[in-house]
């Protein structure tokens, strides 16, 4: 009889972890929607001719920094399928209509390493070649990988301080 109750133990702790993870995904969504300061921002095709300020910065693992050290905020799906990696040049343009529309302009080099997805403080990570790369959230669920898996990352090549790195693939 001692076994039901660890069965259930373990199948609510997993619950809390996958509603945790849902949470934590749909306040990422969120904040890609209105922006940290909570005005909405909305994405459009970068095939559209846009007028608007343009501003160019790099991406560091989260969001781009401008010029004058301003951080933009990047929605995380479009980083994630974008595999946008710390040192990429962006441009954002801010449309009349007050609409960001971000395009990558100039990657950085890129390697490829493979590593195992963990959890801790709230934030995913791939340990690979003896230390931990962040990952975002948006690349946990699109790629529905979990704790313990195996997943090819992308970093860049030309910064061993690099602490962001993309999924490339969930093995």
Request: charged share 25%.
């Amino acid at each position: 009889m001692s076994e039901l109750p660890e069965k259930q133990v373990k199948r609510l702790t997993s619950l809390i972890q996958e509603a945790e993870t849902n949470l934590a995904a749909a306040k990422e969504l969120l904040i890609s929607i209105i922006g940290d300061d909570g005005s909405v921002l909305t994405p459009r095709s970068s095939q559209e001719e846009v007028s608007g300020k343009i501003v160019e910065g790099v991406f560091d693992g989260q969001v781009m920094i401008g010029p004058d050290g301003k951080s933009y905020p990047v929605p995380a799906n479009y980083a994630s399928k974008s595999k946008l990696v710390e040192g990429d040049i962006m441009k954002l343009t801010i449309a009349d209509d007050g609409s960001f529309i971000y395009k990558q302009i100039g990657p950085t080099e890129r390697r490829q390493i493979i590593g195992t997805l963990v959890q801790h403080d709230g934030a995913y990570y791939v340990e690979a070649n003896g230390r931990e790369y962040r990952i975002l959230l948006a690349s946990v669920t699109y790629f529905r990988i979990k704790e313990g898996d195996q997943v090819t990352i992308i970093v860049p090549e030309d910064n061993p301080e690099a602490t962001w790195a993309a999924v490339e693939a969930s093995l």
